[in-house]
């Protein structure tokens, strides 16, 4: 443009920002249901449902039994840039899924939010809402634990984003996918999913296995409950570690290999992610045991220090960044050869005895 005088500059208002930020994390109703349902998990939950209504468009609700929010801290949690969970002093410690402060403002900003919660030693709950970015105030409400996040009505305020929305079908598989996801990192918790816009049917539920106090046993089992029991049948355990980094999880046997990558599911610290690194780590573990137009199929877990790996690369903290990138991808390929190997080994072995 040409301008004939510099235009004036001026400040967004409160509003305007909270839009502008919820397009970087809440890009379909998925990535609302993973946000709110980390805030579930952060607040140490160990039931968490999920109802949708049309894929998540019109409503999406979270109840969690979780430490709750205090009747006083609820406008602040409806707050841009307010957060429990770090005090700022050191961005490399952080071991909790948010430390953003931006998903229910953003949230708030483009749907009707409602946040109904009972705080831990509170007599009482409380309820808070916001439409758009105006807030209510907080009034009493009935609830016996835990929080209730109920989400109407997503992107009515930011209608360009409305259009990109897909069809409901596609939106609730993308929600069903979320929930796989965080249901595999977190075997302890029991996860309820619900379609209430089909009469309550497609209900999926992964139980925890309260039982089995052992935490591999119970990946074991969860995983077998997400990806089928036939991934549970074809997949060999990994436990490895090298320079701080901790390689865990169930790697398939090559032979049952996928037509595409959609299979691998890899987790950092608990964080699901979709790395290049780590995907490459991946590909080049089965190279010399898959023809290139096949993909393995793993749920792959690595753990380490916070220090070790800076998580707040991406809003949606999809990405993360390793100190030493070279050890992150040595400990995959040779932690997953080397039990490879062992399997085929094994079974070349039992089939000449
Ligand atoms: P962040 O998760 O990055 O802190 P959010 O906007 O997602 O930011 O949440 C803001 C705050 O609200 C959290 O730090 C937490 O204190 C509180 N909160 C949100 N959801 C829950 C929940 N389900 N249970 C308890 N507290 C919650
Ligand atoms: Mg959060």
């Not at 897909?166 to 309820?192: H, N, W, Y």
Request: glycine share 10%; net charge neutral.
């Amino acid at each position: 443009p040409n301008y004939p005088q510099a235009p004036v500059i001026r400040q967004l208002d409160e509003t305007v920002i909270n839009r502008i930020a919820a397009g970087e994390v809440v890009e379909r109703p998925a990535s609302a249901v993973k946000e709110l349902v980390e805030n579930a998990l952060d607040a140490g939950a160990t039931r968490i449902g999920i109802e949708i209504a049309d894929g998540g468009k019109t409503l999406i609700r979270i109840t969690d039994d979780g430490c709750g929010i205090a009747p006083e801290d609820l406008p602040l949690a409806l707050a841009r840039h307010a957060t429990s969970k770090i005090d700022g002093s050191d961005l490399l410690e952080i071991r909790s899924f948010g430390f953003r402060g931006e998903a229910l403002a953003s949230l708030g900003a483009v749907g009707r939010l409602t946040v109904t919660s009972r705080a831990r030693g509170h007599a009482e709950a409380a309820k808070v809402s916001v439409t758009g970015g105006d807030m209510g105030s907080v009034t009493p409400a009935a609830l016996t634990r835990g929080t209730v996040v109920e989400l109407r009505d997503l992107f009515f305020a930011t209608p360009a984003r409305l259009k990109f929305m897909r069809s409901d079908r596609a939106e609730s598989q993308a929600v069903g996918d979320v929930i796989k996801r965080l249901a595999m990192a977190e075997p302890a918790v029991c996860f309820t999913l619900r379609d209430v816009s089909n009469g309550g049917e497609g209900r999926i539920t992964f139980r925890a296995d309260a039982e089995t106090g052992d935490l591999f046993d119970a990946l074991r089992g969860r995983l077998a409950r997400v990806l089928g029991a036939e991934f549970g049948e074809n997949a060999i355990a990994v436990d490895t570690e090298r320079d701080g980094l901790r390689l865990t999880g169930f790697a398939a046997l090559p032979t049952y290999s996928r037509g595409s990558s959609v299979a691998q599911y890899l987790f950092v610290n608990g964080r699901p992610v979709r790395d290049k690194l780590l995907y490459g780590a991946l590909r080049a573990a089965y190279m010399d045991f898959l023809s290139r137009d096949r993909h393995p199929a793993a749920a792959l877990f690595i753990d380490c220090d916070p220090q070790l790996v800076d998580v707040n690369v991406h809003p949606a903290k999809a990405e993360v960044r390793f100190r030493e990138p070279g050890t992150a991808r040595g400990l995959i390929v040779s932690g997953l050869r080397h039990a490879l190997a062992e399997a085929g080994h094994r079974a070349s072995t039992t089939v000449a005895g």
